[in-house]
């Protein structure tokens, strides 16, 4: 790797890094809130863990999230059943809240899982928060999204995860302000060698990485994350 190249992959890197802390910052908001609201009302069937005023967070200056909360885990002893607890906010109509719907009526056709979803079951299993995407928030916005979740554990036990859904469009524009001119084009890429997001024409968003791309330029890892930062070459190709 020439000097130049370890220079601007690590400047790359520590922008996504700190985009990506500015999100864990908000996800750990949510997380302290539910846990305050844990200690005071315990975990009751048919009410909502998540306190008033969290959605607040999304409207406040510079936040990249356009919905967050609290997904809750299943507790049958307390007749707790899957339930999520999130805010929205659409973009294209003034700002708008309102919460998420979705079916989770286990004999439906349209039955929405979540325990099964990665950036569920990775906190919940490791204790540790996770990065995952890019995915088409088909429960939400329609649109490609990065979700980052945490944990949250009380004195009884996994409550759920917090987490924060941020459009992969807006997070790319704010890394973009961020970096200002770059010489050399890259790529973040995600544990399975998909791109989560590229500034070189040819490499797309939601793409799989082919063999003969994988050493196109120097990397380094996204700490906390399951990313990494490749500089690449521009006349590399990817397959769909």
Not at 66 to 72: A, D, I, Q, R, S
Not at 111 to 116: H, I, K, L, V
Not at 153 to 158: L, N, P, Q, R, T
């Given at each position: 790797?020439t000097?130049r190249g370890?220079?601007?992959v690590?400047?790359?890197?520590?922008?996504?890094?700190d985009?990506?802390?500015?999100?864990?910052?908000?996800?750990?908001r949510?997380?302290?809130?539910?846990?305050?609201s844990?200690?005071r009302?315990?975990?009751?069937?048919?009410?909502?863990v998540?306190?008033?005023?969290?959605q607040?967070?999304?409207?406040?200056p510079g936040?990249l999230a356009?919905?967050?909360?609290?997904?809750?885990a299943?507790?049958?002893?307390?007749?707790?059943?899957q339930?999520l607890?999130?805010?929205?906010?659409d973009p294209d109509?003034g700002?708008?809240l309102?919460?998420?719907?979705?079916?989770?009526r286990?004999m439906s056709?349209g039955?929405?899982?979540?325990?099964?979803a990665?950036?569920?079951d990775?906190?919940?299993r490791?204790?540790r928060?996770?990065a995952?995407?890019?995915?088409?928030?088909?429960?939400?916005?329609g649109?490609?999204v990065?979700?980052?979740?945490e944990?949250v554990?009380?004195?009884?036990?996994?409550v759920g995860v917090?987490?924060?859904?941020v459009?992969v469009?807006?997070f790319e524009?704010s890394l973009l302000e961020a970096?200002?001119h770059l010489p050399?084009?890259?790529?973040?890429?995600?544990?399975?060698e998909r791109i989560?997001l590229s500034?070189?024409p040819?490499w797309?968003v939601?793409?799989l990485?082919p063999?003969d791309?994988?050493?196109a330029?120097?990397?380094a890892?996204?700490?906390?994350?399951?990313?990494r930062v490749?500089l690449v070459?521009?006349?590399?190709?990817l397959?769909?």
């Open positions: 790797m000097d370890a220079a601007e690590a400047r790359v890197t520590g922008a996504v890094s985009l990506v802390e500015q999100v864990f910052v908000t996800v750990s949510v997380r302290e809130r539910v846990l305050s844990v200690e009302h315990g975990l009751r069937a048919g009410s909502w998540l306190p008033d005023g969290v607040d967070l999304l409207h406040e936040q356009v919905g967050l909360g609290l997904v809750v299943p507790r049958p002893e307390l007749d707790l059943t339930r607890e999130w805010w929205q906010v109509a700002g708008q309102h919460t998420l719907e979705p079916d989770l286990p056709l039955y929405y899982d979540y325990t099964t990665e950036w569920y990775v906190p919940r490791t204790g928060r996770h995952f995407g890019p995915h088409v928030d088909v429960h939400g916005t649109r490609y990065l979700t980052m979740t944990p554990v009380a004195e009884s036990g996994f917090a987490g924060a859904d459009p469009r807006r524009a970096l200002g050399v084009p890259f790529v973040v890429l995600n544990d399975e989560v500034t070189a040819r797309l939601g793409a990485v063999p791309g994988r050493s330029g120097p990397t890892e996204v700490t906390g994350t399951p990313w490749q070459q521009e006349e590399s190709v397959r769909p």
